[in-house]
């Protein structure tokens, strides 16, 4: 069964712009989580979305957004970039009705703004 | 507000020793807790995972304890090799709240030959 995949897997924008990042989760899971990863912060998470619906929202301005397809794949968007935005951007996908609701995470997306 | 601390930040031992890496958590009521290693600039790879009712679980060399009462995991690595050096982190999962992780800030392990 195929991982968690991620794309691009590298980025780089100027500030002020925009970006998607995409996020297939694993075949069968309905569950993507979202995830920042910065040196000073340490992983933080963005959101959950569940059949479509964001379940979960951590403490994020409005410029980070996202959304889920019903094929459960998953995009998060992040308008007028800054500097501070630079950083591993993680995905991660659970069976949510699964007995250990484990989950899995993609390789990553890491993004610099400049 | 569940916070959760990995104490030491960085931990280097020689090839052979057996590592040991600690966790705690504020809130007991914990769905399970996760431990993943992360290798530089990668994504996280599942190690093991412990439900809240279970005291430990194991993997090979891996092994991980549970003790939600006091709000502490500990994750053993018995004959530590070059290639265990990486980012330990480990997280919990709380009940009722979908699937969000909370992390620690991670151990970073080198193991020298």
């Known amino acids: 069964k195929a991982g968690v995949t991620q794309t691009p897997r590298y980025l780089i924008k100027t500030r002020g712009q925009q970006v998607t990042l995409s996020c297939s989760p694993i075949?069968?899971?309905?569950?993507v989580s979202w995830y920042q990863q910065t040196p000073g912060q340490g992983l933080q998470f963005l959101f959950e979305?569940?059949?479509?619906?964001?379940?979960n929202k951590g403490n994020f301005p409005g410029r980070f957004s996202g959304r889920q397809f019903s094929n459960s794949r998953s995009e998060m968007n992040v308008s007028t970039l800054e500097l501070g935005d630079s950083a591993l951007y993680l995905c991660a996908s659970s069976l949510d009705g699964g007995r250990d609701r484990a989950q899995y995470f993609g390789p990553g997306t890491r993004l610099l703004v400049l | 507000k569940q916070e959760v601390t990995q104490i030491p930040a960085a931990l280097s031992v020689p090839e052979g020793e057996n590592l040991v890496l600690n966790c705690s958590f504020t809130?007991?009521?914990?769905?399970?807790l996760q431990w993943f290693r992360q290798d530089p600039g990668k994504g996280l790879t599942s190690l093991l995972l412990?439900?809240?009712?279970?005291r430990e679980q194991t993997s090979g060399r891996l092994n991980a304890s549970l003790d939600k009462s006091s709000g502490r995991s500990t994750l053993y690595i018995a004959a530590s090799q070059p290639g265990d050096s990486a980012t330990y982190l480990c997280a919990v999962l709380i009940k009722a709240a979908g699937n969000k992780l909370t992390f620690g800030g991670g151990t970073r392990v080198l193991v020298k030959p």
């Open positions: 075949s069968g899971h309905r569950s």
């Open positions: 979305y569940f059949s479509e619906t964001q379940r």
């Open positions: 809130d007991s009521a914990i769905y399970n």
């Open positions: 412990i439900q809240s009712s279970q």
